[in-house]
């Protein structure tokens, strides 16, 4: 554990984690030969500042607990919750930097990313540490932004499969009193409705 060769960092909201989140991280941890895979809860994501449909920091992190305690290999870091404020990628990429400095990082993100990454604060600084890895997200093809071609080679694409589950559709299908079956693991449902979570009508 002091050591690992490959460190993987898989950040977002996780409101709630769901399978396709899962997906990802597999196909994440088994295409780059990743020794961990974190997943990274963010206090306050800089894209969604103004929704309050977000359930508390303690329930996103045991949510997220639950759905991946059976794999040795995806743990989760409260890094960006304990040092609250707004979540910033380039901050997490360089604390795990300084935490694990012999190991490689590759840092995860959407297709639907890729294309504004540029505006992200201190984008060079996730470039400058860590490879970058796009899952694709939808069947559009991917633009890549002209100012990222200087970093073509530390910009990878995973070969996943597109899975239509969202945080939203699942929060959506709560306050509808509707199933979520198999779109979340069973712990985690059992969670969400023995604590209330996104009972209110959106």
């Not at 504004?116 to 997200?137: D, G, H, Q, S, Y």
């Not at 093809?141 to 530390?154: A, C, D, H, R, V």
Request: charged share 25%; glycine share 2%; hydrophobic share 40%.
């Amino acid at each position: 554990m002091s050591n690992p060769s490959a460190i993987g960092i898989f950040g977002g909201t996780f409101n709630p984690i769901h399978l396709g989140h899962l997906i990802i991280a597999n196909f994440f941890v088994s295409d780059f030969h990743l020794d961990f895979c974190y997943f990274v809860p963010n206090h306050i994501s800089p894209f969604k500042i103004e929704n309050d449909e977000i359930a508390p920091d303690e329930q996103r992190l045991e949510m997220i607990s639950l759905a991946i305690k059976e794999n040795p290999k995806f743990l989760v870091s409260t890094f960006e919750i304990e040092k609250k404020g707004i979540s910033y990628s380039f901050e997490t990429v360089l604390y795990f930097k300084s935490t694990f400095s012999q190991s490689k990082l590759y840092f995860l993100i959407g297709s639907d990313q890729i294309e504004n990454f540029t505006f992200w604060k201190n984008w060079e600084t996730i470039l400058e540490n860590a490879e970058l890895v796009v899952a694709k997200r939808n069947y559009r093809k991917i633009n890549i932004p002209t100012n990222l071609e200087p970093y073509l080679k530390k910009i990878n694409f995973l070969d996943n499969p597109i899975i239509e589950i969202s945080s939203s559709l699942i929060r959506q299908l709560i306050s509808k009193n509707k199933s979520i079956d198999y779109l979340v693991p069973n712990e985690v449902r059992k969670y969400i409705f023995d604590n209330d979570i996104y009972r209110r009508k959106l």
